[in-house]
């Protein structure tokens, strides 16, 4: 729109005027209906209007309920941490306490950094390149996949070190951060806290090892590390379970929640700490909209999709759907580089930045939307709603491999016109 900022990025990226969306499918004003694999940068988990998240709202708004009152006590409030108590952590046996800490995902990082550094009065925080925690003040300097932030932000106590991966296989990159920590003279103090996500969405899909987070989980604890877990666009079962960590077998002092955490696209963040941590006086921490009633009313009914293990068994079918067909794809392309993923989200990494920008924009023009990621937006992301029927799964992934190999055999032909 002409009175806009500059700042907006994605109607740039996926110029259309949308409507309306129900399922994994939106329409534009003119008609026009897109698959989308992109789920609202992992904030609509369960697909476009819900019609269980979208009743349990307008029966909300129906009754006149209290939709603001901060962070006084409310009975969507109780409902919710009373649902979240006996559905999600204790048949996971995990002992946190929950702060509300502000609209995004972003304010449940700053809270996390400030707590950690209240409870062990130490300052550094270590994070890994490829990261990507936020655009505020110190979750972009805590974000590796941001170079921008060195022009405008300070370093504020922050240390990268190489995540898992970083130097190939055969590289244990724990053993060089244990090293440099406990070392004298390596000018490394000890941190307050580390903060990792277990699948780096925005730096490229990359997914650390069971054993690498195993291990990172052993070193905080013998060394009174915080060890914060950023499953903002991972968690809500994104990655096949509720926590992106429970595949380790891990379990962090503090744990972040926001994007999908509702449900319905509306804003929530959550942070989860162990009760040993909870050092915070009244109101230490506090912001207007820290929990939003109508998020809190959706984000309640959302649960009931992890009552059992019927969601999980769906995404590890489809996930297991998505991984085959991306691992032919890979080895039909001569483009592709690699494919990284797990649950519903996956990574398909090309030789450069623009073809899979190409591949994106082509996609949008064919009816789907899907994004990039990776430092030179060389990975197309998958992102599709964990409620995807199976057909419409099927669609998106061929309509993908698609693109991908009439990539291909154009290369071949402007390459072979050219020798000719």
């Not at 429970?246 to 929530?268: N, Q």
């Not at 909870?278 to 809190?296: C, I, Q, Y």
């Not at 993923?341 to 924009?361: C, N, Q």
Request: with cysteine; charged share 20%; proline share 3%.
């Amino acid at each position: 729109m002409r009175n806009e900022s500059n700042v907006n990025s994605y109607a740039r990226q996926f110029p259309a005027i949308f409507e309306s969306g129900e399922g994994s499918k939106i329409t534009d004003v003119a008609g026009n209906k897109y698959l989308d694999f992109f789920c609202g940068a992992g904030a609509l988990n369960y697909g476009h209007n819900n019609p269980r998240l979208k009743q349990a709202l307008l029966s909300f708004l129906e009754k006149d309920a209290v939709v603001h009152c901060l962070d006084m006590n409310s009975a969507v409030k109780d409902r919710f941490l009373e649902r979240f108590e006996s559905i999600i952590l204790q048949p996971r046996d995990l002992n946190y306490k929950v702060q509300f800490t502000g609209p995004t995902g972003t304010n449940a990082v700053e809270a996390a950094v400030k707590l950690a550094r209240l409870a062990t009065r130490r300052r550094k925080v270590i994070s890994f390149t490829h990261s990507f925690h936020g655009m505020t003040a110190t979750s972009l300097a805590l974000s590796g996949s941001r170079e921008e932030k060195h022009k405008v932000n300070p370093a504020q106590d922050v240390i990268f070190f190489p995540y898992d991966g970083f130097f190939g296989e055969g590289v244990d990159t724990m053993e060089y951060l244990e090293k440099m920590i406990l070392t004298r003279g390596t000018g490394v103090e000890l941190p307050a806290a580390i903060i990792l996500e277990t699948i780096q969405a925005e730096g490229g899909v990359n997914v650390a090892s069971n054993k690498w987070l195993q291990d990172l989980r052993r070193f905080t604890r013998e060394n009174e590390i915080v060890l914060i877990a950023d499953d903002i666009q991972v968690g809500c079962g994104r990655a096949g379970y509720f926590f992106s960590f429970e595949r380790a077998g891990i379990v962090p002092d503090i744990v972040l929640l926001s994007k999908s955490i509702s449900g319905y696209g509306l804003p929530l963040s959550l942070l989860l700490m162990k009760p040993e941590l909870d050092v915070w006086k009244p109101g230490e921490h506090n912001g207007t909209f820290r929990s939003n009633n109508m998020a809190l009313c959706t984000a309640t009914e959302a649960l009931e999709f992890w009552k059992d293990n019927s969601q999980e068994k769906t995404t590890a079918q489809n996930a297991a759907i998505v991984k085959r067909q991306l691992e032919q794809l890979a080895e039909a392309s001569e483009h592709v580089v690699a494919v990284r993923g797990t649950g519903m989200i996956w990574g398909l990494e090309f030789t450069s930045g623009a073809i899979a920008r190409k591949i994106s924009s082509n996609l949008f023009g064919k009816g789907m939307i899907i994004e990039t990621c990776g430092n030179n937006e060389q990975v197309i992301k998958l992102l599709p709603a964990l409620t995807i029927p199976e057909a419409e799964l099927r669609t998106g992934l061929s309509m993908l491999a698609e693109e991908v190999l009439a990539l291909d055999n154009s290369v071949i032909m402007e390459h072979n016109s050219l020798v000719a």
